[in-house]
């Protein structure tokens, strides 16, 4: 109880400084690949905390690592906590005061309050070093948004879960759909694999009078359209999750010819790898057969993205005991199923024994219209979220690292 004690006095002694990072950085979002002011602020405080810093790790990702003086420190384990920085190519409609100063760029998916929330975190557990029997390395990941490349890889290909070597991760994003101080937490897969797929339709132009001149793409298009949904429903078994969604379609030039090429792009959404292996020769197989059946051809492109992520079944129990004992019972929420949206927080949950979890953030008795989802213009999170998303980082860091 006396270490939760000791965090709640840090949380509630940084709180003014997390909104106050939050806001400045929702004033000047960056793009993926484009956080340098974020992450020179990142790094800034993180040094004024007498925190190893490493910079430039992965393209604009940030490391700090707070070593813990605790007994047995030095042969301690270490363990992560990860936030992302970047932000996304929209038009902020929220009308916040700390509105996006950057034209067509804002944070409309909560990286901003993910970034403020680990700095806290590093600010508390900074400030109880010497209850830590072991390291936390915090992680500042830039290009989450970058599917199907993700951030996530660069930064552990150039060593971010080494030297000190991280035996375990956590991480959190903002959820709307929940109200503030909710922590949701699932054992096993919690969100989906995310891929891309881009498939053109060749057939040959004729006049629109005359289609048996010619091999109509568009006609062709709309039935491997449809035939990719067979996919899902006859060759993926009921018990697994899958989705194909064809997002844009392209072809045609006038209203009277038959067009000789059809462009189509969209995405496939999978919890379990083994199913996510499966889906480009699946997909291909009934493309390319659909279209031969109407004397056409169809080119498949199939591009792996974000792996599952998947929460370690010993780091839920521990995370969600680490809510129970730190916020209350009430605070944690297990999710009964899993979302498929994609966070490439997977990628290392892969590497590492993991969890992550869903933060509220939408006031109570305010509709998620007010509030806004993920990835809209009008996306505004409630601040009020802050002290928990610290509460919940800080509490598993600890529990962590106290294991025996």
């Not at 959190?172 to 096993?188: C, I």
Request: with cysteine.
């Amino acid at each position: 109880m006396e270490e939760h004690e000791r965090i709640e006095r840090e949380v509630r002694r940084h709180l003014d400084r997390v909104v106050e990072w939050r806001r400045a950085i929702h004033r000047h979002p960056e793009l993926s690949r484009c956080e340098e002011r974020t992450a020179e602020l990142v790094a800034g405080v993180l040094e004024g905390l007498g925190l190893e810093v490493r910079r430039g790790v992965g393209g604009h990702g940030v490391l700090g690592l707070l070593r813990g003086t605790g007994g047995g420190a030095d042969m301690g384990p270490t363990v992560g906590l990860r936030a992302d920085m970047d932000a996304l190519p929209m038009q902020e409609e929220t009308g916040l005061p700390c509105a996006s100063e950057v034209p067509g760029v804002m944070h409309a998916c909560g990286h901003d309050t993910h970034t403020a929330m680990l700095l806290g975190t590093a600010c508390v557990l900074a400030g109880m070093r010497d209850a830590l029997p072991g390291n936390v390395k915090f992680i500042f990941q830039p290009a989450e948004e970058l599917n199907p490349v993700g951030g996530a890889p660069g930064m552990i290909a150039d060593g971010a879960l080494e030297d000190p070597r991280v035996d375990g991760l956590f991480g959190l994003h903002v959820w709307p759909a929940y109200e503030t101080g909710r922590v949701v937490l699932r054992s096993g897969p919690q969100m989906g694999a995310s891929d891309r797929v881009y498939l053109t339709v060749k057939g040959r132009a004729a006049h629109g009078s005359a289609p048996d001149q010619g091999v109509d793409a568009i006609m062709i298009a709309g039935q491997v359209l449809c035939g990719l949904q067979s996919v899902v429903s006859r060759s993926v078994s009921p018990l697994d999750a899958a989705v194909v969604t064809i997002g844009t379609i392209k072809g045609g030039w006038r209203y009277n010819v038959i067009p000789d090429r059809v462009e189509m792009e969209g995405t496939v959404r999978t919890l379990r790898e083994e199913v996510q292996a499966a889906m480009p020769d699946l997909i291909e197989r009934a493309a390319e057969g659909i279209a031969r059946s109407l004397r056409g051809s169809c080119e498949v492109r199939y591009v792996k993205g974000y792996p599952p992520l998947v929460n370690d079944p010993e780091m839920f129990d521990l995370a969600a005991e680490a809510v129970r004992e730190a916020m209350g019972a009430e605070h944690l929420v297990v999710a009964e199923r899993p979302e498929l949206g994609a966070e490439d927080f997977a990628f290392f949950a892969r590497e590492r024994p993991s969890a992550f979890a869903w933060l509220g953030c939408r006031p109570a008795g305010v509709g998620p219209e007010e509030t806004g989802v993920l990835h809209s213009t009008r996306f505004r999170p409630d601040e009020g979220c802050f002290p928990f998303g610290m509460r919940f980082l800080a509490s598993c860091a600890v529990a962590f690292l106290g294991r025996r």
